[in-house]
Structure formats: structure tokens, C-alpha cells
């Protein structure tokens, strides 16, 4: 069953009242009616089985109640069930808007913590001014993206879209969480002065936070490849068909989590 991503909290009798799009979609896709119970992601990450109690098609609202007794209801929620494995971030330099799009839809889906896109030399200008407005607070578009990508996925991870940075100020956010629990890759469409993926993660296998940088359309600039490299990213080749920038990431992030995630059955031979 889906989840349905709440923003706000339990009233104090246990209810919550939707309302608008979400509610919309409840009525019109989901079909709900009063006694249906839907899984609701709380915004303290609880995932709260509750019960449709109330639905009003003509004032686009939906009122749902705490499944079981009020007063256990704490007890009987559900914690939220992150899957094991490493915190992810993507840093993702900027393509053109619909295709960021659908990397914020995707990287969602996967689990990704923050996305933080990158102002590279191949960026268009465009691409780079419609990704700073939504990213510097325009971003209600990329909101409902987030939230339909985790109700349907189910994720437990509240993806967010940090501002756009330059090169230099990803590398300083990097460096500031940096630890040595941490794992940064860049994808790399030159095999020079690159490893493989295995090769990489065998370094860290048990890295609490893992960091993916991917190019935009035009890829990464070699001076900028030489500056991540510097501040601590280590260069990934994938001897695979050339990807565009969207596959790239999706394909990098699902390669890069399950690796982490099934270190203990693989084992790289030097």
C-alpha cells in the first residue's frame, strides 16, 4: 500500500484533515472511502496507520483517523523503516530543467538524503537560471515531485534540493561533512585517472554517508574533474554505452547504493 506524505502533524484527538491537491488525488485517483486505511508519513518520520473517517469530494477534504485506540497511538505507530545503508547525497551538475526533474523524481525514489545542484562550465545558462530560482526558494514544483516520488515509492528519506553551488562551493560542502566514514565518486566518461566502482567503494565499504557527482549534458570539464579529485572524490569509470546526464545518475546512485549495501557478499581482488 502507498504512503500518503503529511506535512503536518496529528491533531491532538488523532486526526488529520487533507485537503487540496492531495486530497483531490485521494478522491478522484485512489477512490478512498470512509473505513479504507492508508499508511501516513508523519513529519517526525513516523509511518501512522490510519483509517479514512470523512470524505468530501465537493470541498476537496479528506479526514483520517488514528487506527486503535488514541491514547496507544504512539505505541502502535509504525517507526520509520529506513533501508540499511549510507546516507546519499547527489551532486548533480545542472542539465536542462525537464531533465532535472526527472533526476529529482528518481534520486527520490532511490533514497537520496540532498541533492545539490552544480553550476559547471558545460551547464546552459538557461538550465542554470531556471534551477537557481527553484532551488533558492521557488521550489514548490520540485516539492510535489519529492512528495508523489516518496508516497509512491515509499521512501522514508525527506529528499531535499540544496541551493545551486559553484564547483569550488560543492567542494567546500563536501569537505565540511567530510569524515572518515565518508565516500565521494565522480562519474567519469574518461578512463584516465579513474577506478572501477568496486575498486572505489573497497576503500570505504562501511562509509556512513556516500557522495555521487554527476555531469550535465555536455558532462564534467576536466579542470573541474581535477578539483574534485582534489578535495576528495575519487574518479569512477563505467565501461558501459555513453548515458545521458539522467540515466547517469540513476544508473550511478542504483550502482553506487548497492554496492555499499552488498559489501559483505562481493569482494575485490586487487
Known amino acids: 500500500m502507498r504512503q500518503i506524505v503529511s506535512e503536518s502533524p496529528l491533531a491532538s484527538d488523532g486526526t488529520l484533515v487533507l485537503a487540496g491537491k492531495q486530497a483531490r488525488h485521494l478522491c478522484t485517483v485512489l477512490r478512498v472511502k470512509s473505513g479504507d486505511m492508508l499508511y501516513v508519513r508523519l513529519p517526525d518520520d513516523v509511518l ?3 483509517t ?3 470524505v468530501d469530494e465537493s470541498a476537496l477534504q479528506v479526514v483520517l483517523s488514528v487506527a486503535g485506540e488514541i491514547s496507544t497511538r504512539v505505541n502502535n505507530a509504525l517507526p520509520a523503516q529506513k ?7 547527489l551532486f548533480q551538475f545542472v542539465p536542462k530543467p525537464v531533465k532535472m526533474e526527472q533526476i529529482v523524481r528518481q534520486a527520490t525514489e532511490c533514497g537520496v538524503e540532498k541533492i545539490i545542484p552544480v553550476a559547471g562550465s558545460f551547464c546552459q545558462k538557461s538550465a542554470l537560471e531556471s534551477v ?15 512528495t508523489e516520488a516518496m508516497e509512491q515509492s ?3 528519506v525527506h529528499t531535499q534540493v540544496l541551493p545551486c553551488v559553484t564547483v569550488q562551493e560543492a567542494c567546500d560542502l ?10 565521494a565518486l565522480c562519474m567519469y566518461e574518461q578512463s584516465a585517472g579513474t577506478v572501477s566502482l568496486h575498486q572505489a567503494v573497497a576503500s570505504k565499504p562501511n562509509a556512513s554517508l556516500a557522495a555521487l ?6 558532462g564534467i570539464a576536466p579542470s573541474e574533474f581535477s578539483l574534485l579529485c582534489e578535495c576528495g572524490f575519487t574518479g569512477v569509470h563505467f565501461a558501459t554505452n555513453i548515458l545521458r546526464c539522467e540515466t547517469a545518475a540513476l544508473y550511478g546512485m542504483a550502482a553506487l ?3 555499499l549495501r552488498e559489501n559483505t557478499v562481493w569482494q575485490y581482488n586487487a
Do not use: C, F, H, Y
Request: no cysteine; hydrophobic share 35%.
Open 174 to 183: 563536501w569537505n565540511a561533512q567530510q569524515k572518515e566514514s565518508s565516500l
Open 83 to 89: 533501508a540499511d545503508g549510507p546516507r546519499l547525497w
Open 48 to 50: 501512522q496507520p490510519m
Open 257 to 259: 547504493q548497492t554496492a
Open 154 to 156: 515509499g521512501s522514508a
Open 132 to 146: 537557481r530560482k527553484r532551488s533558492d526558494g521557488d521550489n514548490a514544483r520540485w516539492n510535489r515531485i519529492i
Open 52 to 54: 479514512v473517517s470523512a
Open 213 to 218: 557527482a554527476v555531469g550535465a549534458e555536455g
